[in-house]
């Protein structure tokens, strides 16, 4: 019931086509669903995240798609560039105790071709 | 804002010793901490969550007496990991989280430290 599922597990884009990845939960009590960006090497950064209260969120290129009744979600990216080449995990997110914790999903290998 | 820093980046060490890694919250007080551990081309694995001031909770199967959590104050956090064994090398990140980010629930990670034990 913690499990994050994501897909694919890597994907090939050429630059400026969308890059779409996929993550759906089992737990619905997961409230907060982050997706983070990941270069070689360094730690994750948050790049956007959403409320199951709301459908969708855009902050430039970067556009999540919630599905409520169907526990999932997914991350576009626009206009793709070889700087996006990176790996990206979704995450959900509950309160465990006192703390909210994150269940990361598998990970996008992401490689945007020039 | 909201930048958090790992000490060291890298270390490797001889099989048997014990390694301490540190984790600063640099402009927030950070009231939660998180370790997670990361396999080459896996995801992240919580490890466990500090809250400062009180011991760490740790994950269903990670020994905490293997990797013992300090948190001491609102800005640094510490991870040892003792007796190191090669099967221990893995990427070690820590994230943090202040009371001005609770409302977003969001966490900021560090830029992880690798660790190699020969």
């Known amino acids: 019931q913690q499990q994050v599922k994501q897909s694919p597990q890597s994907l090939i884009v050429q630059k400026g086509g969308i890059s779409i990845i996929n993550c759906a939960y089992e737990?619905?009590?997961?409230?907060?669903f982050p997706w983070y960006q990941q270069f070689p090497g360094k730690g994750p950064a948050l790049l956007i995240a959403?409320?199951?209260?709301?459908s969708e969120k855009k902050e430039g290129r970067f556009t999540i798609s919630f599905n409520k009744s169907a526990k999932q979600f997914s991350l576009h990216i626009m206009d793709s560039q070889p700087g996006d080449s990176a790996t990206y995990f979704c995450?959900?997110?509950?309160?465990?105790?006192?703390?909210?914790?994150?269940?990361f999903g598998s990970g996008t290998q992401l490689t945007v071709l020039p | 804002g909201a930048v958090v820093s790992q000490h060291p980046s890298r270390v490797i060490c001889k099989s048997g010793t014990s390694v301490k890694i540190e984790c600063r919250s640099l402009?927030?007080?950070?009231?939660?901490m998180f370790w997670y551990r990361q396999f080459p081309k896996q995801s992240l694995m919580l490890m466990a969550t500090?809250?400062?001031?009180?011991?760490?909770?740790?994950e269903q199967g990670v020994e905490k007496d293997k990797f013992l959590i300090n948190h001491a104050s609102l800005t640094l956090s510490t991870l040892t990991v003792t007796s190191a064994h090669p099967e221990d090398s893995s990427f070690y990140i820590c994230?943090?989280?202040?009371?001005?980010?609770?409302?977003?629930?969001?966490?900021?990670f560090g830029p992880g430290t690798r660790l190699t034990v020969l």
């Open positions: 994230s943090a989280r202040g009371r001005a980010h609770e409302s977003t629930d969001t966490q900021y």
């Open positions: 737990n619905t009590a997961f409230d907060y």
């Open positions: 959403i409320r199951p209260d709301v």
């Open positions: 995450a959900a997110s509950l309160m465990r105790g006192s703390a909210r914790q994150l269940t």
């Open positions: 402009d927030f007080q950070a009231t939660t």
């Open positions: 500090s809250n400062e001031g009180s011991k760490a909770t740790y």
